[in-house]
């Protein structure tokens, strides 16, 4: 079973930048859309489970991307077949970018794997 697991998030000031990592160990992941979610902090109460994971960027195995348009200009997201590895470079960062990152498939070309943890990205004023 494939196994996410996310890792370079954390917190910094509005105007920052972080550089998002996913691996996967798993055999033909050059032929894979991968992507990247976020999911916003729940509101008081709400359990997390129930917040959606909103699509952030999605690279395509050919190599073409496709972002968000909260995120076009700021973040990058790239892809490292030889490593089973994909980025998420984030750029001025702001406020509303603060959530919950997570990696995974692109959902609509392959079927969802099990969600990681995700990492958390905090950006302050």
């Known amino acids: 079973q494939v196994r996410l697991v996310e890792s370079g998030g954390g917190s910094v000031q509005s105007g920052g930048s972080l550089r998002l990592s996913c691996e996967v160990s798993m055999l033909n992941f050059r032929t894979y859309h991968m992507a990247w979610y976020r999911q916003a902090p729940p509101a008081p109460g709400q359990p997390r489970e129930l917040?959606?994971?909103?699509?952030?960027?999605?690279?395509?195995?050919?190599?073409?991307?496709s972002y968000d348009d909260s995120v076009k200009g700021r973040f990058t997201i790239s892809r490292d077949n030889a490593n089973n590895a994909w980025h998420l470079q984030m750029n001025g960062l702001k406020p509303e970018d603060t959530a919950m990152y997570y990696c995974?498939?692109?959902?609509?070309?392959?079927?969802?794997?099990?969600w990681g943890p995700g990492t958390q990205v905090t950006v302050s004023l």
């Open positions: 917040v959606p994971r909103d699509l952030v960027a999605y690279i395509t195995a050919a190599g073409a991307a």
């Open positions: 995974n498939t692109a959902r609509g070309f392959n079927d969802l794997w099990p």
